[in-house]
């Protein structure tokens, strides 16, 4: 076979294989098309509901906040930015703002120390550890407003169990409900003893994600336990700590059934955080437009929030590399 023979198969096949290529594209890109437009197809019902439980109340909410929505007005108006001057230039809404930093920080700070150290106790026990695990995991168990109501009554300055055994122990017997500070206090301590479980299960799984091998290296290295926890677990857990102070952050600033039961709001405005402020604008007053510009405070210090834990817990250019 000559050398002009072979190069005209090679054209010819080369001009074959290069026509192949856009067919069987054609036909990827179509079953791809074909099935990018099935996923939405069943994602479509899913969104709209989305839209309708999310967004819709959200969009309404926000146009209540420009008028003076309430029973007793004659007519609905729109009144701009009058509502959020009100609640800027009063006095309720700024101590329903520092009772809400107060309750937020003191009771998620003290829910993800206690956590921490009973995920790191947890790592290190031998047996029993799934039966310890249930056991802390009770509070998430327990219905809500059962164990309000039970916490309600051991608060009791007469009869209640709290103050029994502070007495039998020789402590001071302090008025759960009319001391000052008290109210604020038990509303920390049930929310602690309530949530520290939700962050106890997020930092026991990222701990139980860190390979053995890291601590052995460490070990090797002579580091200590102190040095091994700050270098070696807190940094490989920051995802997961992230995760666990941004929902208990938020949820945190959502708090209503314990306040509603344990403490009404009161004593006064004592317990009166911005989201029972904003309830009682709206159910107890009745003034839905006030409530509503109350509620768009509460999204802003949410995101505030939330941005201030992603720039403080978001790994370094060193840490990434």
Do not use: C
């Amino acid at each position: 076979m000559s050398d002009s023979t072979l190069r005209e198969r090679r054209r010819s096949g080369g001009k074959r294989s290069s026509s192949r290529p856009p067919a069987a594209g054609r036909a990827v890109t179509a079953g791809a098309l074909a099935r990018a437009r099935t996923r939405r197809l069943f994602l479509l019902p899913l969104t709209a509901l989305l839209v309708a439980l999310t967004v819709v109340p959200f969009v309404y909410t926000l146009v209540l906040s420009f008028t003076n929505m309430a029973p007793t007005e004659a007519s609905l108006r729109f009144v701009g930015l009058s509502n959020y001057a009100e609640l800027v230039g009063s006095r309720e809404f700024w101590s329903a703002v520092r009772v809400t930093a107060v309750f937020t920080v003191s009771a998620v700070a003290i829910e993800f120390v206690v956590a921490m150290a009973v995920a790191v106790a947890l790592t290190r026990v031998t047996r029993g550890a799934p039966l310890l695990r249930a056991l802390f995991l009770l509070p998430l168990a327990a219905a809500p407003v059962a164990s309000l109501f039970n916490w309600r009554l051991m608060f009791n300055s007469s009869f209640g169990l709290i103050n029994y055994v502070l007495g039998v122990l020789g402590l001071p017997q302090p008025d759960w409900g009319a001391d000052a500070g008290m109210p604020l206090l038990s509303l920390i301590i049930v929310d602690t003893w309530q949530w520290t479980p939700f962050v106890l299960v997020i930092l026991v799984g990222g701990m139980s994600a860190i390979p053995a091998d890291v601590y052995e290296a460490a070990s090797v290295d002579g580091s200590g336990s102190w040095s091994t926890f700050w270098h070696v677990t807190f940094p490989l857990l920051r995802p997961f700590v992230l995760v666990a102070l941004l929902f208990r952050g938020i949820d945190a600033l959502k708090t209503f059934d314990s306040i509603q039961v344990l403490t009404g709001g009161g004593p006064g405005t004592s317990t009166t955080t911005l989201n029972y402020f904003a309830f009682r604008e709206g159910i107890s007053f009745l003034n839905f437009g006030r409530a509503s510009a109350a509620a768009m405070l509460l999204l802003l210090v949410a995101i505030l929030l939330a941005r201030l834990l992603l720039r403080w817990l978001r790994p370094s250019k060193e840490e990434a590399r």
